[in-house]
């Protein structure tokens, strides 16, 4: 059984571009959250879709974003790239999300760094 | 926001030693996981706990879910070379209305 697919792995972007991650997770799971990493924060809940529905969000500004589609494949966008948003994110599968006792299993993360 | 009080932040201990780390709350969790993460690597669920009191072996890892739903702990045995890495705690609220609340965590250095 494959498990969580975060593309791409790493990527460099300029001060004001936008970026957009891209996350599989395993087959039949429906809930997608995604996480920041960094250094001085640590692990930051971003936000989690469930059947193509965001139904949590995190402490973040609106230039982080997401989307869920219907085979739960899952996107995250980040508008207006500060150098702040430099970090390793994280995307975490589950079967029915965070109102049940689902474990999270992560993927390998995408290594955003912003020059 | 929700925090995890993770400790020790480091430790460097000799191959074959126990290993002990733990996580309290001033909140009520309903469910604790515990992750390995290697360098450059996602987080790699350990162990999971879901009731108040229960114990979870996975091999030579052990954790508890605290009684009072405020804390963890996880032990490692025999410490092995392998087992370097960074370990956090994870809480989950009961409702899980903001996710997953991670710990700071705790970087294992075993020392040959």
């Known amino acids: 059984k494959a498990g969580v697919t975060q593309t791409p792995r790493y990527l460099i972007k300029t001060r004001g571009q936008q970026v957009t991650l891209s996350c599989s997770p395993i087959s039949g799971h429906r809930s997608v959250s995604w996480y920041q990493q960094t250094p001085g924060q640590g692990l930051q809940f971003l936000f989690e879709y469930f059947s193509e529905t965001q139904r949590n969000k995190g402490n973040f500004p609106g230039r982080f974003s997401g989307r869920q589609f219907s085979n739960s494949r899952s996107e995250m966008n980040v508008s207006t790239l500060e150098l702040g948003d430099s970090a390793l994110y994280l995307c975490a599968s589950s079967f029915n999300g965070p109102y049940t006792n689902t474990e999270a299993f992560f993927g390998q993360g995408t290594r955003l760094t912003v020059v | 926001g929700q925090q995890l009080n993770q400790s020790p932040q480091s430790m460097f201990i000799q191959e074959g030693e126990d290993v002990s780390m733990n996580c309290t709350s001033s909140?009520?969790?309903?469910?604790w996981l515990w992750y390995k993460q290697d360098p450059g690597e996602g987080p790699v669920l350990l162990i999971a706990l879901y009731k108040a009191g229960e114990l979870t072996s996975n091999g030579r890892l052990t954790a508890q879910f605290g009684i009072t739903r405020k804390d963890s702990f996880l032990n490692i045995s025999a410490s092995i070379p392998s087992d370097v890495g960074i370990y956090f705690c994870?809480?989950?609220?009961?409702?899980?209305?903001?996710?997953?609340?991670f710990g700071k965590g705790t970087h294992l250095i075993i020392q040959p």
């Open positions: 994870a809480g989950q609220l009961l409702g899980g209305a903001d996710g997953l609340t």
């Open positions: 909140s009520i969790f309903n469910t």
